[in-house]
């Protein structure tokens, strides 16, 4: 007992200080300084949670700006994050993104160019909530004509919420697909026959 009585103490001090005091202690640091981050994001539109901006969701309809593909499970799931590990030369690959061009020129046959890769593979994580600005400025004429609006003020309004590289060097400027849908509602709603096909990934 000499020798298991210090070591039970122990065991019960840290058990106390790091699994109750320090998640405790983080936790509320973290609310008080990034509530906002803390409670994981979320987007809020007419007094409703409607996403997060850390997580992607599915959009169909040409009223909407289509995010990114998703391998994460059927799409957007965190629950199954992850990329398809497809190599450059799997045949699967290949037809998979032969059928993601043949799908973006069926729904934005006023586009011409070489179409984004951004819009052709899943990122890694399958969850990425961003497309490039190129992305969406090759589907604003689509939803420009769907909404009724003026393709110079869809444009306008991808400008607007594109969010440039951090502190200025890291990354690439980025759209947020989910930000970009709610500014355009905003503008000009959209029918029922347009909305998301899912509800969004939480």
């Known amino acids: 007992m000499r020798y298991l009585s210090p070591a039970f103490r122990f ?12 998640p405790l202690a983080v936790t509320g640091l973290c609310q008080w300084w990034f509530p906002h981050q803390a409670d994981g994001s979320l987007v809020r539109a007419k007094g409703r949670i409607v996403g997060s901006a850390l997580l992607g969701q599915t959009f169909t309809g040409a009223a909407f700006f289509h995010p990114r593909p998703s391998a994460a499970g059927k799409g957007y799931d965190p629950m199954a994050s992850g ?12 037809a998979r993104v032969k059928a993601a061009v043949a799908r973006f020129r069926r729904d934005n046959p006023a586009f011409r160019g070489p179409i984004p890769s951004d819009l052709l593979t899943a990122s890694g994580s399958g969850l990425d909530p961003d497309i490039s ?3 969406a400025y090759a589907q604003a004429p689509r939803v420009a004509k769907a ?12 400008g607007q919420t594109t969010q440039p590289r951090q502190l200025g060097f890291l990354g690439e400027p980025r759209v947020d697909v989910l930000r970009l849908n709610l500014a355009l509602a905003r503008l000009a709603p959209a029918g029922p026959a347009t909305a998301p096909r899912s509800r969004p990934a939480m």
């Open 147 to 158: 909404r009724g609006l003026s393709l110079i003020l869809v444009r306008h309004l991808i």
């Open 133 to 135: 600005p190129a992305s």
């Open 11 to 22: 065991v019960l001090l840290f058990t106390v200080l790091t699994g109750i005091i320090y």
């Open 83 to 94: 990329g398809s590990n497809l190599g450059p030369t799997n045949p699967m690959l290949l």
